[in-house]
């Protein structure tokens, strides 16, 4: 595998492929949703992070909301099993799949 010399922020990330962050932070708030090594944590206070993805997690994330948008039911089972969040997850539900 090649050397990792740049990652995209979440954020970023978000604007990209015109998700919500908040849908984006709920998905790799689980560092086991994405390959080892995609989601890393930059540092920019002793207290304080912002999380990016390498360009394979990007690929991954992009495939994984692909897969899930296939029809409502895989959107919304999608949402059970990747937001925590029970109110995030209801109110994503009530978004279209794209």
């Excluded at 090649?2 to 984006?24: H, K, N, P």
């Excluded at 999380?51 to 990007?58: I, K, P, R």
């Excluded at 029809?71 to 995030?88: G, I, M, N």
């Amino acid at each position: 595998m090649a050397a990792v010399t740049y990652v995209r922020t979440l954020d970023y990330v978000a604007r990209i492929l015109d998700e919500d962050v908040e849908l984006l932070e709920a998905i790799v708030s689980n560092d086991d949703n994405l390959a080892y090594g995609a989601i890393i944590s930059v540092y920019v206070g002793p207290d304080e992070s912002i999380t990016a993805l390498t360009d394979h997690g990007v690929d991954e994330l992009t495939d994984m909301l692909s897969q899930a948008r296939l029809t409502t039911k895989t959107w919304h089972q999608f949402l059970d099993d990747f937001v925590d969040d029970p109110e995030l997850a209801a109110r994503f539900k009530t978004q279209a799949s794209r």
